[in-house]
């Protein structure tokens, strides 16, 4: 062979290597050992890897995990499929299994991005959306009794940033009633605390790229199912949308997962904590967090979930002005558009996420300019506490 030759050859690692750690397969494709072995993985005969875009070993590694925690001490066998991002995961399911014609039935506090994709991207394409509040087994009644379209119910809970929860239960007994599926964003919780197929939810999304994650170095989705012939609809729509994950993503995302279980505890306490400590400041008007009893939804949260999450919002007796003061007083804590990292993150949604919603639209969402979301990280929660403590005296 020629050196010009040998430089361009693939040469194979030692295939005896057993590697402690998932290794990262960066191939968009796989060989063959001769046509036949070709032929057979091409025409479903047998198991084998053809291209990247259509299943790749990191993949499916990291997908598979995440399958088994989403299922666990569940009599089930489910599917994972991961994804470039939230967001493309949410598109993918909806492609998947809906056509033009149908109608989603959701909720109008879904992470804004979802609201978007739904109105400005699906309804053009005659995918239609109707908005309900999910909590009122009337509405969502009413809602069906009247359009025969809606073929799925699409829910978040708890909800952004608000804090709301859904009760998943009651959602999937009235979906299976007039036989139409439902999915939900497990985003805020993960399976570690919130378990959607334990109610009969037909699919699961999540956004990776927060605590499954952990570490905000990687945007990924995962599209989670129980049917197999859907899940064989939503594997084609994968492919073929090219909405794929990639391998380096899915490692960093596997690395982040070793410690979720552990951080999701700590997210929790730390959250139970603070949320505590601002419903007893008297400056503070209003703490949303699901796991203490004056919420709204606490009783329904208790049902459903193991612990109450990292998530909390505020609202305290400050002006749009005060409250930015306030926040640039916060040194301890992050500010950042995103959440579920392991360090503390906020967020003020009306000069942020928020900025081109109508403000009498976003009070009516419960947005007030004083509003504060927090992303509680796992810190020592004292230097959480006296952060605050300094910003609202
Ligand atoms: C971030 C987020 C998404 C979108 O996920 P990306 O990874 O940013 O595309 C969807 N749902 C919820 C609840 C989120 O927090």
Redesign the pocket.
Known sequence: MKSSSICVKEFKDNNKVSSHILPIYASSSFTFENVENSLGIFAGKSDGYIYSRYANPTIDAVSNKIALLESHGLDIDSFCYLTS??????STLVMGILKSGDTILTQGN??G??TELFLDIFKNMGINVLFTNLSSTEKVKEALDNNNSIKLIYA?TPS?PSLDCIDLLEISNIAKEYNILTAV?N??CTPLIQQPFSFGIDFI?H????YLNGHGNS???AILGRDKNLSKQIWKALKLIGSTCNPFDAWLLNNGLKTVSLRMNEHSKNALTLALFLKNNKRVTKVNYPGISSHKDHLIAKKQMSTFGGMLSFEFDGSYEETLQTINKLKFCTIAP???DVDTLLLHPASSSHINVPKEIREANGISDSLIRVSVGIEDINDILSDFNIALS
Do not use: Q, R, V, W
């Open positions: 991002s939230g967001m493309s995961a949410i879904l992470y991005g979802t978040e952004n964003d985003t805020f999304i956004s990776t790229t927060k945007t990924s989705g995103t959440l579920g």
